[in-house]
């Protein structure tokens, strides 16, 4: 038995292939066994998701990942590095991988990680096999950041969920493609390129500059809330704007009717973490349109901004 009694509740319901709302650092996700077809046909349906766009396997021991995909220096460099924590490394599956061909969507590679949360980690070290949970958003919605952002459509679905508060990072992990010669990553977070880089000693290449689209969820629409964002802007155009400010928003916001400040002091990391949950706050009192101030292009400002660009178009 293990002994936080919600976590052997939601062991109980993976083993019999339900559906379990699992913290992470990150984003609240939507799990199942990623072993059981029939378990993970639920989360595509619950999320209304289509089944071309592969999940994340999460795990919580490197020694169980190296069961179900080829791990070369560089992944166990980064994963001895930045796990537990916000990486996701696309890596090739073994030939007897456990991950269902359903969860990596029929491709040759398998994304995994390990995810930073207590609970989490308590319950996969238990279930000693992966799990795949994708952010438990319906497909087009904003990623939860706290259980309070839950869809009602998506909580009839499951049969439990895991509440560990808020998630400290607030954005999904960084995706690393390890499945070639060349290091790539395929989707900004928390952890930058410039970090990815220092740790392996060598060049990363951005999705964009490979010339193609590798995570088969960016030619997805994403994240799009339904009041209309303008980015880099701190003016309102109607009565009814509200701001997204970060850093001193200077005096013009009396021309709002609402002003969130995703960090005042101007921190990135700060910013990461309030930004679903201030979209989220502003998407549902109908202003006109959010002002979004400009948000710095270097570190995480990358992975913000990424999310913001995804979220106005
Ligand atoms: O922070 C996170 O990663 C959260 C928490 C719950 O762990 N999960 C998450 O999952 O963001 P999801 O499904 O919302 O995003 C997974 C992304 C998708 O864009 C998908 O296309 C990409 O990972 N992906 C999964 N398997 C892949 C593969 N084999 N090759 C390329 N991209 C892959
Ligand atoms: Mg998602």
């Not at 679905?157 to 508060?165: F, I, N």
């Not at 009565?239 to 005042?264: M, W």
């Given at each position: 038995?293990?002994?936080?009694?919600?976590?052997?509740?939601?062991?109980?319901?993976?083993?019999?292939?339900?559906?379990?709302?699992?913290?992470?650092?990150?984003?609240?996700?939507?799990?199942?066994?990623?072993?059981?077809?029939?378990?993970?046909?639920?989360?595509?349906?619950?999320?209304?998701?289509?089944?071309?766009?592969?999940?994340?396997?999460?795990?919580?021991?490197?020694?169980?990942?190296?069961?179900?995909?080829?791990?070369?220096?560089?992944?166990?460099?980064?994963?001895?590095?930045?796990?537990?924590?916000?990486?996701?490394?696309?890596?090739?599956?073994?030939?007897?991988?456990?991950?269902?061909?359903?969860?990596?969507?029929?491709?040759?590679?398998?994304?995994?990680?390990?995810?930073?949360?207590?609970?989490?980690?308590?319950?996969?070290?238990?279930?000693?096999?992966?799990?795949?949970?994708?952010?438990?958003?319906?497909?087009?919605?904003?990623?939860?950041?706290?259980?309070?952002?839950?869809?009602?459509?998506?909580?009839?679905?499951?049969?439990?969920?895991?509440?560990?508060?808020?998630?400290?990072?607030?954005?999904?992990?960084?995706?690393?493609?390890?499945?070639?010669?060349?290091?790539?990553?395929?989707?900004?977070?928390?952890?930058?390129?410039?970090?990815?880089?220092?740790?392996?000693?060598?060049?990363?290449?951005?999705?964009?500059?490979?010339?193609?689209?590798?995570?088969?969820?960016?030619?997805?629409?994403?994240?799009?809330?339904?009041?209309?964002?303008r980015?880099?802007s701190k003016e309102a155009l109607s009565e009814n704007d509200a701001l997204?400010?970060?850093?001193?928003?200077?005096?013009n916001t009396q021309a709002f009717q609402?002003?969130?400040?995703?960090?005042?002091?101007?921190?990135?990391?700060?910013?990461?973490?309030?930004?679903?949950?201030?979209?989220?706050?502003?998407?549902?009192?109908?202003?006109q349109s959010?002002a979004?101030?400009?948000?710095?292009?270097?570190?995480?400002?990358?992975?913000?901004?990424?999310?913001?660009?995804?979220?106005?178009?």
């Amino acid at each position: 038995m293990l002994e936080n009694t919600q976590c052997q509740k939601a062991l109980d319901c993976l083993k019999k292939g339900e559906l379990v709302i699992l913290p992470t650092e990150t984003v609240y996700g939507i799990a199942a066994d990623a072993q059981n077809e029939e378990a993970v046909k639920k989360i595509f349906k619950a999320k209304n998701r289509p089944d071309f766009n592969p999940l994340i396997s999460h795990y919580a021991e490197v020694s169980e990942i190296d069961k179900d995909v080829v791990l070369d220096s560089r992944a166990r460099k980064l994963l001895e590095k930045f796990s537990p924590g916000p990486l996701t490394l696309v890596l090739n599956k073994k030939e007897n991988s456990r991950i269902s061909d359903l969860v990596s969507s029929g491709l040759k590679t398998a994304a995994v990680r390990i995810p930073e949360k207590e609970l989490s980690l308590e319950l996969l070290k238990s279930f000693a096999a992966p799990v795949a949970a994708p952010s438990a958003n319906l497909s087009t919605e904003l990623s939860p950041t706290q259980i309070e952002h839950l869809n009602p459509k998506l909580l009839d679905q499951v049969s439990l969920v895991l509440d560990q508060g808020p998630c400290e990072h607030g954005i999904e992990s960084t995706i690393v493609d390890l499945s070639t010669d060349k290091v790539i990553v395929l989707r900004f977070g928390s952890i930058t390129s410039q970090e990815i880089e220092e740790t392996l000693g060598e060049k990363v290449f951005l999705k964009d500059d490979s010339g193609e689209v590798k995570a088969p969820g960016s030619l997805l629409k994403h994240y799009a809330p339904k009041t209309k964002l303008r980015l880099n802007s701190k003016e309102a155009l109607s009565e009814n704007d509200a701001l997204l400010a970060f850093g001193e928003p200077g005096s013009n916001t009396q021309a709002f009717q609402k002003v969130i400040n995703l960090s005042p002091k101007a921190d990135l990391a700060e910013a990461a973490r309030n930004l679903f949950a201030s979209l989220h706050s502003l998407d549902k009192e109908a202003f006109q349109s959010i002002a979004v101030m400009p948000i710095p292009e270097q570190g995480l400002g990358l992975a913000i901004n990424d999310k913001l660009i995804k979220a106005a178009s």
